[in-house]
């Protein structure tokens, strides 16, 4: 299934991409989607259920805009460094383990909405990604099929970046991650059951139309099982998190000189194959 919410900031609405590209009100039949759903077997149950009988009322697209696919996200994992082509144009050594940090939840945003380019920003960077959708209560996991079995679903995820806030001003990674609208998610949570292999997908970015990454998951030195299992070592996962699985090669900061890094105007639009496209405006914060 295809799960999304759409409607103003703050009172969007739970719906369901049908398999004819048909927009339904699942108003009716949950009341969001969240951790609580995810996690509530009979809830989806309901919803298959519903999208079978084409009883769903459809809705209107034109105009409505798409939020984040998951309501009261908990806590956002991210892995650094999880591509083999990423680490080799930024210069750095293949991790040993996965790199962890976080993103608060506030960070995220719908797929289209504008990304703000924090203000004194020169290395606004870009970052296409996998977001893994925690649908189980995860912790100490011992086999990937537990890791994969906690998984609810997959979506497209923009880790934007500020580069010289996240390397050139001491501390931890954090001060380049977290700035308002930092990780556009979305437009869909695509169920797992639709995703074979999350290790077989094509995943691309372009900047004013001009195409920056254009890579596959199959280049992810932890692949999504593993992350979900280290990750489930050193903290609880619970159904509604959501770990970014890392971007691969085309990033600005692995440009040459000068580096293309963003700016107010900009447009960038991602997309992973299957789980939908972005579009963002640049503008100044």
């Known amino acids: 299934m295809k799960l999304l919410r759409v409607g103003t900031v703050g009172a969007e609405r739970p719906a369901l991409?049908?398999?004819?590209?048909?927009?339904?009100?699942?108003?009716?039949?949950?009341?969001?989607?969240?951790?609580?759903?995810?996690?509530?077997?009979?809830?989806?149950?309901?919803?298959?259920?519903?999208?079978?009988?084409?009883?769903?009322?459809?809705?209107?697209?034109?105009?409505?805009?798409?939020?984040?696919?998951?309501?009261?996200?908990?806590?956002?994992?991210?892995?650094g460094l999880n591509y083999h082509d990423h680490a080799r144009e930024t210069g750095a050594a293949t991790p040993e383990e996965p790199i962890i940090f976080m993103k608060a939840p506030d960070t995220v945003v719908g797929p289209d909405d504008p990304v703000l380019v924090p203000r004194g920003s020169v290395k606004t960077d870009w970052e296409v990604e996998l977001a893994v959708v925690i649908g189980r209560t995860a912790r100490y996991l011992e086999t990937d099929e537990q890791a994969l079995a906690a998984v609810a679903g997959y979506a497209v995820a923009h880790d934007v970046s500020e580069r010289a806030f996240q390397i050139e001003r001491g501390g931890q990674w954090d001060k380049g991650k977290n700035c308002e609208t930092f990780n556009p998610l979305g437009p869909w949570l695509v169920t797992a059951d639709e995703v074979p292999d999350p290790q077989a997908l094509g995943i691309r970015l372009w900047v004013n139309g001009e195409l920056k990454q254009d890579g596959t998951t199959a280049e992810q030195i932890f692949p999504v099982a593993e992350v979900v299992r280290y990750v489930s070592r050193f903290m609880t996962l619970y159904p509604g998190d959501i770990i970014n699985t890392g971007t691969p090669a085309g990033v600005a900061m692995g440009q040459p000189e000068p580096k293309p890094y963003l700016r107010a105007g900009d447009v960038v639009e991602l997309e992973i194959d299957g789980l939908g496209r972005q579009r963002q405006e640049l503008r100044s914060a």
């Open 17 to 79: 991409l049908d398999d004819t590209g048909v927009l339904r009100d699942l108003s009716d039949t949950v009341p969001d989607i969240d951790g609580a759903l995810l996690a509530d077997d009979a809830a989806l149950a309901r919803i298959r259920a519903a999208a079978a009988s084409g009883g769903l009322p459809a809705l209107d697209a034109d105009g409505l805009r798409t939020g984040p696919p998951v309501a009261r996200i908990g806590k956002v994992v991210c892995i």
